[in-house]
């Protein structure tokens, strides 16, 4: 992956949880993968933390976060973000930052009691290697998280001509993959799989988008996916 890809688009990330259909996605990700998220101790690793969305919820959650990301302007504002809540929550244990490609860093892994990750593996190549190699660093009763925009979904086809309008747009670089595809990867143990985004994007309002994903009808356009060992 080109290290620069997420740096142009750093400053503008956080715009999109601003906006309407921003905020009630994220309201129906963050609900599924924060309740499937359950580390037996305290050691997370999270990939490809962006500005830190959810490493603030693993933070406020009293998890030790060691949060990786390649992209360095992303990162810089994830730091932000958390030395605030810091200030303002002093008990939080403090984030081990660790600018990298996950690629290159799996044997210099640690042994963790839950790995985590948030539309990040859509921008790794072959993740289900990757995925693999992350598998062998849980501890027992450990698990493995991530959450994926889903391919052959309404959601797929809105990057798709996000793509088309602007061919420099990160997503560009993104490989969706079907609920199918993900359940099929040999990770190390049966896949849990979790499914949400039953809206589609040109929803008009939040309060039609949650009657819809009330309905789940249709593919979902967000895959959470967890692997735990036994
Ligand atoms: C779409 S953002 C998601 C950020 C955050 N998890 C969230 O949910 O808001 C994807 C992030 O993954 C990072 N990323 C992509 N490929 C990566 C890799 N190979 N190693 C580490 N981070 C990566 C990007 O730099 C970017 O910050």
């Given at each position: 992956m080109n290290k620069a890809l997420f740096d142009p688009v750093a400053a503008h990330y956080?715009?999109?949880?601003?906006t309407e259909l921003g905020s009630v996605s994220d309201q129906v990700e963050r609900h599924l993968a924060q309740s499937m998220f359950k580390a037996p101790g305290p050691k997370v690793l999270e990939i490809g933390c962006g500005t830190g969305q959810y490493t603030s919820w693993l933070v406020q959650e009293g998890y030790e976060v060691t949060a990786i990301d390649i992209s360095g302007e992303m990162m810089d504002l994830a730091q932000k973000k958390i030395a605030a809540l810091q200030e303002t929550t002093p008990q939080t244990k403090p984030v081990h930052w660790w600018h990298a490609d996950i690629t290159e860093i799996l044997d210099q892994l640690e042994t963790y009691d839950g790995i985590f990750s948030m539309t990040a593996f859509e921008f790794v190549p072959e993740p289900e290697k990757v995925l693999q190699k992350l598998f062998?660093?849980?501890?027992?009763g450990g698990c493995l998280l991530i959450g994926l925009i889903a391919g052959e979904s309404a959601w797929s086809d809105y990057y798709e001509e996000a793509v088309r309008r602007?061919?420099?747009?990160?997503?560009?670089?993104a490989a969706l993959y079907t609920k199918e595809e993900i359940s099929s990867w040999q990770i190390g143990a049966p896949a849990e799989i979790g499914e949400c985004l039953?809206?589609?994007?040109?929803?008009?309002?939040a309060a039609e988008a949650l009657l819809l994903e009330k309905k789940r009808?249709?593919?979902?356009g967000f895959v959470v996916a967890k692997w735990t060992k036994g």
């Amino acid at each position: 992956m080109n290290k620069a890809l997420f740096d142009p688009v750093a400053a503008h990330y956080d715009s999109w949880y601003d906006t309407e259909l921003g905020s009630v996605s994220d309201q129906v990700e963050r609900h599924l993968a924060q309740s499937m998220f359950k580390a037996p101790g305290p050691k997370v690793l999270e990939i490809g933390c962006g500005t830190g969305q959810y490493t603030s919820w693993l933070v406020q959650e009293g998890y030790e976060v060691t949060a990786i990301d390649i992209s360095g302007e992303m990162m810089d504002l994830a730091q932000k973000k958390i030395a605030a809540l810091q200030e303002t929550t002093p008990q939080t244990k403090p984030v081990h930052w660790w600018h990298a490609d996950i690629t290159e860093i799996l044997d210099q892994l640690e042994t963790y009691d839950g790995i985590f990750s948030m539309t990040a593996f859509e921008f790794v190549p072959e993740p289900e290697k990757v995925l693999q190699k992350l598998f062998n660093h849980l501890k027992p009763g450990g698990c493995l998280l991530i959450g994926l925009i889903a391919g052959e979904s309404a959601w797929s086809d809105y990057y798709e001509e996000a793509v088309r309008r602007k061919p420099d747009s990160v997503f560009a670089r993104a490989a969706l993959y079907t609920k199918e595809e993900i359940s099929s990867w040999q990770i190390g143990a049966p896949a849990e799989i979790g499914e949400c985004l039953f809206f589609p994007p040109n929803i008009q309002t939040a309060a039609e988008a949650l009657l819809l994903e009330k309905k789940r009808e249709g593919n979902p356009g967000f895959v959470v996916a967890k692997w735990t060992k036994g």
